[in-house]
């Protein structure tokens, strides 16, 4: 939610944009490097979460509908998500009686050469869960791999790298990395609201990144903060920070608990970073190590 290809910014990028604007109509915005629109793809559904699979073609989710389209913005495949739009149970305890409870979005999606995975998520604020699943590259045959995973207001990214899917359960401070049978490898990361290293605000990390050499970065909602770790959870510094009020009008906790999309080039040169607080991308570069 969330590659490069060698003149486009991958789609996790316009997907912020969508929001950061306010806009209502199903539409996937591809960004060129200089900030121009290369095309507008419309995949039949509000989409909430994205990714570009190494062959090019985009996936995305939304209102319980998953897609895949090519760079063309040809919709090559539309179908019904792994679980039912109806809200859960669960979502409807916590909900306010005044208020509906909330269908259940696609928190998070990530995308290899063979496989999809996708967090399905439910209920309100910090008490929002995701399930995880793992589908074939035709939307087919999902498995469901973890359940109940922590991710505020229905927002919980997938990344992958090297077959290892990890998953940014930003309500518990921390990243967990699992194969792909749903076999936890790994839980790192602890919050700390003085501390760079370690993850604050409301619900952090929000969003995760890898560049090619298997540097995992994260962006914190609320901080607009960008770090470097290792896959093991070794924090190798802080890339740099963005505004993080949402929208102009944005109260506390608006500004603390939304994606902060992020998208890194092959040779980790530029980090591009939705600023929500201006409606644009912020665009990090590597300083130069002379």
Request: with cysteine; charged share 25%.
């Given at each position: 939610?969330k590659?490069?290809?060698?003149?486009?910014?991958?789609?996790i990028?316009?997907?912020?944009?969508?929001?950061?604007v306010?806009?209502?109509?199903?539409?996937?915005?591809?960004?060129?490097?200089?900030?121009?629109?290369?095309?507008?793809?419309?995949?039949?559904?509000?989409?909430?979460?994205?990714?570009?699979?190494?062959?090019?073609?985009?996936?995305?989710?939304?209102?319980?509908?998953?897609?895949?389209?090519?760079?063309?913005?040809?919709?090559?495949?539309?179908?019904?998500?792994?679980?039912?739009?109806?809200?859960?149970?669960?979502?409807?305890?916590?909900?306010?009686?005044?208020?509906?409870?909330?269908?259940?979005?696609?928190?998070?999606?990530?995308?290899?050469d063979?496989?999809?995975?996708?967090?399905?998520g439910?209920?309100?604020?910090?008490?929002?869960?995701?399930?995880?699943?793992?589908?074939?590259?035709?939307?087919?045959?999902?498995?469901?791999?973890?359940?109940?995973?922590?991710?505020?207001?229905?927002?919980?990214?997938?990344?992958?790298?090297?077959?290892?899917?990890?998953?940014?359960?930003?309500?518990?401070y921390?990243?967990v990395g699992?194969?792909?049978?749903?076999?936890?490898?790994?839980?790192w990361?602890?919050?700390?609201?003085?501390?760079?290293?370690?993850?604050?605000?409301?619900?952090?990390?929000?969003?995760?990144?890898?560049d090619?050499?298997?540097?995992?970065?994260?962006?914190?909602?609320?901080?607009?903060?960008?770090?470097r770790?290792?896959?093991?959870?070794?924090?190798?510094?802080?890339?740099?920070?963005?505004?993080?009020?949402r929208?102009?009008?944005a109260?506390?906790l608006?500004?603390s608990?939304?994606?902060i999309?992020?998208?890194?080039?092959?040779?980790?040169?530029?980090?591009?970073?939705?600023?929500?607080?201006?409606?644009?991308?912020?665009?990090?570069?590597?300083?130069?190590?002379?």
């Amino acid at each position: 939610m969330k590659r490069l290809s060698q003149i486009l910014l991958l789609a996790i990028l316009a997907l912020a944009m969508l929001t950061a604007v306010g806009a209502t109509a199903a539409e996937i915005k591809v960004i060129r490097p200089d900030g121009t629109v290369a095309a507008t793809l419309r995949p039949g559904f509000g989409p909430e979460a994205i990714d570009v699979a190494p062959d090019g073609a985009i996936y995305c989710g939304g209102q319980g509908r998953l897609a895949r389209l090519d760079l063309s913005g040809k919709v090559l495949l539309n179908v019904k998500g792994p679980e039912d739009l109806r809200p859960s149970d669960e979502a409807k305890a916590q909900s306010n009686p005044k208020r509906r409870p909330p269908p259940r979005r696609v928190s998070g999606i990530a995308v290899t050469d063979k496989e999809v995975f996708v967090a399905i998520g439910s209920g309100w604020s910090t008490r929002s869960l995701s399930n995880l699943y793992r589908l074939d590259r035709n939307l087919a045959n999902p498995k469901l791999l973890l359940e109940r995973l922590r991710g505020c207001c229905q927002r919980c990214d997938v990344a992958t790298h090297k077959g290892t899917v990890f998953l940014a359960e930003n309500a518990a401070y921390r990243v967990v990395g699992i194969d792909r049978e749903g076999k936890v490898l790994g839980k790192w990361g602890s919050r700390d609201r003085k501390n760079v290293e370690g993850f604050g605000s409301c619900c952090n990390p929000m969003n995760l990144a890898f560049d090619d050499a298997g540097t995992l970065y994260t962006a914190e909602s609320g901080l607009g903060r960008v770090k470097r770790y290792t896959i093991h959870g070794k924090f190798l510094g802080l890339v740099g920070s963005v505004g993080v009020a949402r929208f102009n009008r944005a109260g506390r906790l608006a500004a603390s608990c939304s994606n902060i999309a992020i998208a890194v080039t092959s040779d980790a040169e530029l980090i591009y970073v939705m600023d929500f607080k201006n409606n644009q991308i912020r665009v990090l570069k590597k300083k130069d190590s002379s």
